[in-house]
């Protein structure tokens, strides 16, 4: 199986994911609790800053909670595989494990995971992917 992408999400589904990821885990913690003007009078400083009302956030919980459960579980042992619970050759056990954890709530659990995007991209890797393919004009 060892570099052979047999998952039931594509890689340019992987590969927006990481890019949402990533947009999410650039936000900043909020410097104003109740801001009393809009974003475009602040110089659009608040869509860098996490708010309860997150749209990136609430896309990429959409998205995850959209998935079958056959791509949820193949996400989350993705990024398992990425943070270093072994390697490409063991995907069928960290696999497995993955299927035997998934409930409800695999998107909340994602989105908690520091550094997603870059477990993603490291899982990729491990199976010959990057997202550098995709994203000249392919995502």
Same mark, same amino acid.
């Given at each position: 199986?060892?570099?052979? $992408?047999?998952?039931?999400?594509?890689?340019?589904?992987?590969?927006?994911?990481? !890019?949402?990821? =990533?947009?999410? @885990?650039?936000?900043?913690?909020?410097?104003?609790?109740?801001?009393?003007?809009?974003?475009?009078?602040?110089?659009?400083?608040? !869509? /860098?800053?996490?708010?309860?009302?997150?749209?990136?956030?609430?896309? /990429?919980?959409?998205?995850?909670?959209?998935?079958?459960?056959?791509?949820?579980? @193949?996400?989350?042992? /993705?990024?398992?595989?990425? =943070?270093?619970?072994?390697? !490409?050759?063991? $995907? *069928?056990?960290? =696999?497995?494990?993955?299927? *035997?954890?998934?409930?409800? =709530?695999?998107?909340?659990? /994602? +989105?908690?995971?520091? +550094?997603?995007?870059?477990?993603?991209?490291?899982?990729?890797?491990?199976?010959?992917?990057?997202?550098?393919?995709?994203?000249?004009?392919?995502?």
């Amino acid at each position: 199986m060892s570099g052979t $992408w047999n998952l039931s999400l594509t890689p340019e589904t992987v590969c927006y994911l990481i !890019v949402k990821a =990533r947009e999410f @885990d650039v936000k900043d913690v909020a410097s104003e609790l109740n801001p009393a003007s809009n974003a475009t009078d602040d110089s659009m400083i608040s !869509v /860098l800053e996490d708010q309860p009302d997150d749209p990136v956030e609430s896309e /990429l919980a959409s998205i995850i909670s959209d998935m079958n459960e056959d791509e949820q579980i @193949d996400l989350v042992a /993705l990024c398992w595989l990425g =943070r270093g619970d072994g390697n !490409v050759d063991d $995907w *069928e056990s960290i =696999r497995a494990d993955a299927a *035997e954890a998934h409930n409800e =709530r695999t998107a909340a659990y /994602l +989105l908690g995971t520091p +550094l997603l995007a870059d477990y993603l991209e490291e899982a990729m890797s491990q199976f010959g992917e990057s997202c550098q393919d995709y994203e000249k004009g392919h995502l």
